[in-house]
Structures are given as C-alpha cells and as structure tokens.
C-alpha cells in the first residue's frame, strides 16, 4: 500500500483534474484492488471519511467511504468498541433516489484541508454501484453520515466541489485560523 498525494482544490493545476467529469470504471480491472488499499490508506492518514479517485489525481468514478467505529465508555471507565467501522467501495455509482429534504451541515474536503463551510445536502439518497467484484448494489436511503459522504464524493466524480454547494460564503473558514487564534491555557 501506498500514501497518494491528495490534490488541492486552492493548486491551478489540481483544480483542472478535480474539475473533470470522471470516466466510467470497466470491471473487472485487476489493478483496481491495489488502488483502493493505497485509497484507503491515504485516506486514513488524512483523517478522512471518504475519498474519490480525481483527489488523487484519476478521473474514474471510484470513490470510498469508512464510516467511523463507535465506542462506548462503560461504569468501569473501560471503553469497548460497540460498532465497527465500515468501509465502503463504490465504483460507477449514481444517486438514484434522493429524500426531497435539505439539510445544512458543516462540511470539510481532503482537497481544502482545515476549511469548512454550511453545505446543503438531502437528508438521505440511494445509490446504485458496483463492488470490486463487477456486483452490482443499491444502498437504500443511506443518511447520516453515509448519506452525506455518498453525496460528497459522487460530487467529485461529476467535477463538483463542496465550496461550489455552499450557498453563503460567509460561512466558509478556516478552523485552523480559529484553532490559532484561541488562547492558549497557561498553567504556571
């Protein structure tokens, strides 16, 4: 496996690649595995939820997705893991059924590190893709997290970026600024 360099949304020449309307995936693809590990891995180093394809410089419509474990802090001040993460790899996939609700959340991109802004997104969506394996799927009202991931990185496949969703710019920042900028405890 492999840490790929993410492209940026604020680099001239990045922003040509994450801008493309990816090309379809042909399965089977043996190369296609090692892709997705070097995905993965790249996108646990960056502390990531998902990561399509274009952000590491290929325009196929590939994307994945880890949904965070859960962990839960018994009586005994122990903490347990109580639902595992879940991974998700998502090659050709089209949102195909959306809730008709808009949501807005705060929302962050690999390609734009530490900035975030009020992003509208539907409540849930289903999704029709294909497994490593050539199966096809369909993810039934996927939401929450899931929900708005999917959304997210199906986005970056069709060339859009979450700063283009973003209905007030005022709401665009940069939280390692507002990081910087709190004051720091200083226990003598």
Partial sequence: MAIRRILRIDDAEDRKILKMQCRPVKLPDRNLKQLVADMFETMRAAHGVGLAA????IPIQLC?????????ERAD??????????????INPRIVKMSGEEVMRDEGCLSLPGWYGMVPRQTWVTVEFQDLNGKHHRLRRAGDL??????????HLNGILFTERIRDLSTLRDITKERDAQPVDQAP
Avoid at 54 to 57: A, H, L, N, W
Avoid at 146 to 155: K, R
């Fill in 77 to 90: 001040g122990s903490v347990v893991e109580v639902a595992p993460a879940e991974p998700y790899v998502l």
């Fill in 146 to 155: 899931l929900g708005w991931a999917i959304q997210h990185e199906v986005d």
């Fill in 54 to 57: 274009p952000q590491i410089g």
């Fill in 64 to 72: 994945i997705i880890e949904i965070p474990a859960e962990y839960e």
